[in-house]
């Protein structure tokens, strides 16, 4: 469970944050294409996260000092929602570019930006702490 209004670190797996390299050959040619990651858009349920990076994993025993680069701060409860969380999903944008080598019309050029899928969802529960001040 996390809390409105507190940064929640979010994160995936080094392997799922790397470049997707494939090649295809016919006869002398060669086509490769690279797509690299360069953000991660999340979808939080209640709002929007976009990062430039896998983000970094909150460990069990970590001080309160530590940091990330990727983290979002609920703003609603996730008690209305259906089984009472939110669905978290998070999708992948990559830079794409190719290399020709053997008969080619050109050596390189890039496809640009492409989306990769959509993650399987997970979820989190988003409760509310309040406090009373007593003066």
């Given amino acids: 469970m996390t809390y409105v209004g507190l940064p929640t670190w979010l994160w995936m797996g080094e392997n799922q944050w790397s470049n997707v390299t494939g090649s295809a050959t016919i006869g002398d040619t060669t086509v490769t294409v690279v797509a690299e990651p360069i ?51 998070a999708v992948i944008s990559y830079a794409v570019n190719w290399t020709c080598s053997g008969t080619c019309l050109s050596a390189a050029g890039t496809l640009g930006e492409v989306p990769g899928f959509t993650s399987d969802a997970t979820t989190i529960q988003v409760g509310e702490r309040q406090s009373v001040v007593i003066r």
């Fill in 39 to 89: 953000r991660v858009t999340w979808d939080m349920g209640d709002g929007m996260e976009t990062c430039t990076s896998a983000g970094r994993k909150w460990q069990q025993g970590m001080s309160s000092d530590e940091q990330t680069d990727c983290s979002y701060a609920f703003q609603h409860v996730s008690d209305f929602e259906p089984d009472g969380v939110f669905k978290v999903t």
